[in-house]
């Protein structure tokens, strides 16, 4: 596969990265085979966190005794404070069994609260360039699920890439965040380029995708055969279509009015309840373990139940999403996948 040039890191990369959530439910000899053929494909870019249980671990058997120069690794920590950060980042070196990760991500910066916690005193982002310095992390990024945060922090100039949810539905950050990146010579990730689970056509997500010269979509594969096809679509260059166009204005529309796009500008909720976390439960089933899926989403969708139907989030989603029935559709999806695992309501 070609490699790209990512921003300023000056890192060549394949144009395609292995995201490294789905290998958590794999046992590990076959976690181990998928993530071999991946690199056998000619990805070299793996993206994994200390989130994802075993995912670090897995990819690190996987990579044992090939050459560290020819892969790029990048790994994330949702440590708030620089104590705990630095904990997660050793962990991740002896997980991976490796001397330096190449893109340490400080994970998931999306509200306020947790801007100040990572970038005030004690605060994670000063365990990121102190890795920095010692060599431990060759280039500070962060993730995000927040545009208008991300952007904010992008023009601090503190770190050389960043990662967003993209996708031909989930398009807010090709308004600003990717030109932005773009002229800041920043690296971009494009998670969830498939919504997370629920956007099913692979050629079209990957040709929307391709449309953009500056982004790496880092697609979440538990199938060798799905980022084989997946490489397929990229290797042909095909581009979109008029009828391509049209489909995913369809696509758009039918999933408008329930999309939840992670903003959290919805809060503060009355009954504290976690709403993004209960509008996209969905997606989590679709690509985490059982346990990772109740651990992350069990006491959100519990305290989902408590819901009043007051609608002051109504009024504040920037999207108008009709967030107490999606509550209330995600919820039975919720009860079904609990009756499925035989786990108690």
């Not at 109504?314 to 209330?328: D, G």
């Amino acid at each position: 596969m070609d490699k790209v040039r990512f921003g300023k890191t000056e890192l060549m990369v394949s144009r395609i990265a292995f995201g490294g959530i789905p290998i958590q439910r794999l046992s590990t000899p076959e976690a181990v085979k998928v993530v071999r053929g991946v690199i056998d494909l000619g990805i070299n870019f793996l993206d994994t966190a200390n989130a994802y249980s075993d995912s670090e671990e897995k990819i690190g058997i996987a990579i044992k005794d090939m050459p560290r120069e020819n892969l790029v690794i990048a790994s994330k920590s949702t440590a708030k404070d620089k104590k705990t950060f630095l904990e997660h980042l050793d962990l991740c070196l002896k997980r991976l069994g490796v001397d330096y990760i190449d893109l340490y991500q400080l994970h998931n910066v999306s509200s306020q609260e947790n801007y100040d916690a990572v970038f005030g005193k004690g605060g994670a982002y000063g365990g990121l360039a102190e890795a920095v310095r010692m060599g431990k992390v060759r280039f500070p990024a962060f993730s995000s699920h927040s545009v208008p945060i991300a952007c904010r922090i992008m023009r601090e100039g503190k770190f050389a890439a960043v990662q967003l949810p993209f996708n031909y539905v989930d398009d807010t950050a090709a308004k600003e965040a990717i030109p932005l990146a773009k002229k800041l010579d920043m690296g971009f990730i494009a998670m969830k380029p498939f919504g997370g689970g629920l956007l099913s056509d692979a050629k079209m997500s990957i040709k929307y995708l391709a449309q953009f010269d500056n982004i790496v979509p880092d697609p979440g594969i538990e199938k060798l055969s799905e980022m084989e096809e997946i490489v397929r679509i990229v290797e042909s260059g095909e581009k979109l279509t008029p009828a391509d166009l049209a489909a995913i204005e369809k696509k758009k529309a039918e999933l408008g009015g329930s999309w939840c796009h992670r903003c959290d500008y919805c809060q503060p909720c009355p009954q504290k309840i976690g709403i993004s976390s209960a509008l996209t439960v969905e997606s989590l089933i679709k690509r985490m373990p059982v346990n990772r899926v109740v651990a992350m989403a069990g006491q959100a969708m519990e305290t989902a139940r408590s819901c009043t139907a007051c609608r002051a989030c109504v009024k504040r989603c920037p999207y108008n999403l009709s967030i107490p029935e999606l509550i209330k559709e995600n919820l039975k999806i919720w009860d079904e996948y609990l009756s499925e695992n035989s786990l108690k309501k």
